[in-house]
């Protein structure tokens, strides 16, 4: 059964050793280093029960494989199958009746304060304090289809945010369509949720995919939703807290910079759109949400890691069935080198899947293609390849004026074109090759001296 809300995963990974709480003062400042300090340890997540607010902050819940685990409560052999098999089957959310949990506490006009809320400011450099782990909800002013995704907000004073959307992914299309309009988009920053709702956000669908469906298929029972108090949209009926806003698209303020996905901070003080708070709605003792982004790795690759991967293989295998696995590498914040294993069927058919991934939506700068042979999660096979099955001349292929991934800081316009490098690893088709010199059986093979 899916988790009915945030504090229900929350008791599961207390109960499994992988939640533990703080409750000596930490100031907002160093939640970040609190942070990184329990990821390099692969530590339980971080429940901060004194940071100078009336609300605990908890951190950390995405930040290992083991939590991705019990979030979709899988094991590791099941898990692509099931999310894969669950995908297929959307389910369309339901709407509450009556009082629901996330409005328990309603604030507007001169209630609404965001300086109460136990918003981090990550490392020194970032722009201000930044609420990294709310999910953005805003809908497609034409098609009325709803979007979910993380969105990063950075405070500015008592009822406004500063904000990134870049203009290629959804709730950027959102805002620009808006524009088009002259209508005021509005959008909805919700925090605490039922974990598969998170790694909702991560998929990778079309812009006419209703990503509440896709969330009741993860999580096999559909979404509840309210809709909200000053604006018109609905965000999951047991949320923590609910930041309810319009966008003032010509009020424009500093935003930035933020330690981002890529490990480098973006462009500094750029003018962003202003998001004005029409409402602060939460829970009765509310949980509040902080996630750790910055040089890889982190919370925030871990949480895009199991989306990502059942995403760009089930796009892949639509269109070559021959493609066995795919590695997203976590150091490259997932999408930007990736390796593909593959037996060609015929010549050049690894050059059209070098276009295809480099095409997708991830916007890959390096795609290395190799044979089945090969464990694309291990990166001294994938270099033994690349090392002696790839001719340079001929196999390395540079792709001009390709798509410019997110927040690539070698390319500072997000308006400007990239490059992209495919290598084909694949021993040559229909060439002679020399047999590979291993010692077959030895994983079979019993040796009680060292078998412990």
């Known amino acids: ?30 939640v970040g280093k609190a942070l990184k300090k329990a990821y390099e340890k692969q530590a339980p997540a971080l429940m901060f029960n004194d940071t100078g607010s009336s609300m605990p902050l908890v951190g950390g819940i995405y930040s290992t494989r083991r939590k991705a685990l019990l979030a979709f409560e899988a094991e590791e052999g099941t898990l692509l199958g099931t999310i894969t098999a669950r995908l297929n089957n959307r389910i369309p959310p339901v709407y509450a009746e009556g009082p629901s949990p996330c409005q328990e506490v309603v604030l507007t006009g001169d209630q609404i304060d965001l300086g109460k809320l136990p918003i981090p400011t990550y490392s020194p450099k970032d722009g201000g304090p930044y609420i990294t782990a709310g999910i953005t909800v805003s809908v497609d002013p034409e098609t009325s289809v709803p979007d979910i995704g993380h969105y990063r907000f950075m405070y500015l004073d008592k009822n406004r945010m500063s904000f990134l959307a870049e203009p290629n992914h959804r709730f950027g299309k959102n805002l620009a369509k808006h524009r088009a309009t002259g209508r005021r988009p509005q959008g909805a920053l919700v925090i605490g949720v039922d974990p598969v709702i998170a790694y909702t956000c991560q998929f990778k669908v079309s812009d006419t995919t209703d990503d509440w469906e896709v969330a009741g298929a993860l999580r096999d029972r559909p979404v509840e939703l309210v809709r909200c108090k000053t604006i018109d949209l609905a965000v999951p009926a047991t949320a923590e807290v609910v930041i309810e806003f319009e966008v003032d698209l010509d009020e424009t303020h ?81 999408s930007n080198y990736i390796v ?38 291990n990166p001294s096979d994938v270099e033994w390849a690349m090392a002696f099955r790839v001719r340079p001349r001929h196999d390395v292929v540079v792709f001009d004026d390709t798509p410019r991934a997110g927040c690539d800081p070698s390319v500072s316009d997000p308006y400007a074109t990239s490059s992209a490098v495919g290598i084909d690893a694949t021993i040559p088709l229909g060439e002679p090759f020399p047999d590979v010199a291993d010692v077959p059986g030895w994983q079979e093979f019993e040796l009680p001296e060292i078998d412990r």
Request: charge should be neutral; glycine fraction near 6%; proline fraction near 7%.
């Open 1 to 30: 059964m899916p988790y009915q809300d945030f504090r229900e995963f929350l008791a599961v990974l207390r109960k499994e050793g992988e939640l533990v709480d703080v409750d000596r003062h930490v100031p907002l400042d160093d």
């Open 254 to 334: 500093r935003e930035g910079p933020l330690g981002e996905h890529t490990g480098y901070y973006d462009a500094t003080g750029r003018g962003q759109p202003a998001a004005v708070v029409t409402a602060i709605t939460h829970r009765r003792n509310p949980i509040f949400q902080a996630l750790l982004t910055g040089k890889p790795v982190t919370e925030n690759h871990i949480l895009k890691q199991v989306p990502l991967e059942v995403s760009f293989t089930n796009f892949m295998k639509s269109r070559f069935p021959n493609v066995e696995k795919i590695s997203l590498r976590l150091s490259t914040s997932l």
């Open 340 to 377: 593909i294993a593959m037996k060609p069927r015929f010549a050049g058919e690894v050059r059209q899947v070098m276009m295809t991934a480099i095409s997708s939506e991830l916007r890959p700068k390096w795609v290395v293609i190799v044979d089945p042979d090969i464990d694309v999660h």
